[in-house]
T-cell receptor
Framework: KAGVTQTPRYLIKTRGQQVTLSCSPI?????VSWYQQTPGQGLQFLFE???????NKGNFPGRFSGRQFSNSRSEMNVSTLELGDSALYLC?????????????FGPGTRLTVL | AQSVTQLDSQVPVFEEAPVELRCNYS??????LFWYVQYPNQGLQLLLK??????LVKGINGFEAEFNKSQTSFHLRKPSVHISDTAEYFC????????FGAGTRLTVKP
């Protein structure tokens, strides 16, 4: 069974631009969560989607948004990029919502904002 | 809200020595606790989790952790480490959303 895939793996953008990251969960998994990992702030929860609905959201500004499609694939978008948005963005999938279930993480998308 | 503190940012040990990675949490309600491992350029992999029941939890790769409610701790242990255990380890707690500790870099030296 294929694991969680994230595209692209690496991305370089400039301040003010917007970016869209994609995540394909493990087949059969309907819950997708997104995390931001930085050296300064560590791993921080962004949001969780299940059945195309956002179930939970972390403490991030409105520039960060996401969505989930009917096939459970998810995208996250960051608008008006700032230097501080440079990070590794991790996607995780699980069979059902609620993060007590085992989450399977993708390798991440490394975003660099210049 | 819940929070997690990993007490050591770096832990160097020699191969075949025992290791303990310390994790304390705070929460006003019952929590679920996890340990994840992250190898270079990879995502996180679940080592073990505590949801309820026995306070001693066994995980993959020979790791185990003990939930101590009175001390609000969930320390990770392995009796004999290998070079391949070199990685970043994250303790996490969840009530509504998952909160991670800052991570402990375990370096196993030959």
């Amino acid at each position: 069974k294929a694991g969680v895939t994230q595209t692209p793996r690496y991305l370089i953008k400039t301040r003010g631009q917007q970016v869209t990251l994609s995540c394909s969960p493990i087949s059969g998994h309907r819950s997708v969560s997104w995390y931001q990992q930085t050296p300064g702030q560590g791993l921080q929860f962004l949001f969780e989607y299940f059945s195309e609905t956002q179930r939970n959201k972390g403490n991030f500004p409105g520039r960060f948004s996401g969505r989930q499609f009917s096939n459970s694939r998810s995208e996250m978008n960051v608008s008006t990029l700032e230097l501080g948005d440079s990070a590794l963005y991790l996607c995780a999938s699980s069979l059902s919502p609620g993060q007590i279930n085992e989450q399977f993480f993708g390798p991440g998308t490394r975003l660099t904002v210049l | 809200a819940q929070s997690v503190t990993q007490l050591d940012s770096q832990v160097p040990v020699f191969e075949e020595a025992p290791v303990e990675l310390r994790c304390n949490y705070s929460s006003s309600v019952s929590v679920y606790l996890f340990w994840y491992v992250q190898y270079p350029n990879q995502g996180l992999q679940l080592l073990l989790k505590y949801l309820s029941g026995s306070t001693l939890v066994k995980g993959i790769n020979g790791f185990e952790a003990e939930f101590n409610k009175s001390q609000t701790s969930f320390h990770l242990r392995k009796p004999s480490v290998h070079i391949s255990d070199t990685a970043e380890y994250f303790c996490a707690v969840t009530v509504n959303d998952m909160r991670f500790g800052a991570g402990t870099r375990l370096t196993v030296k030959p």
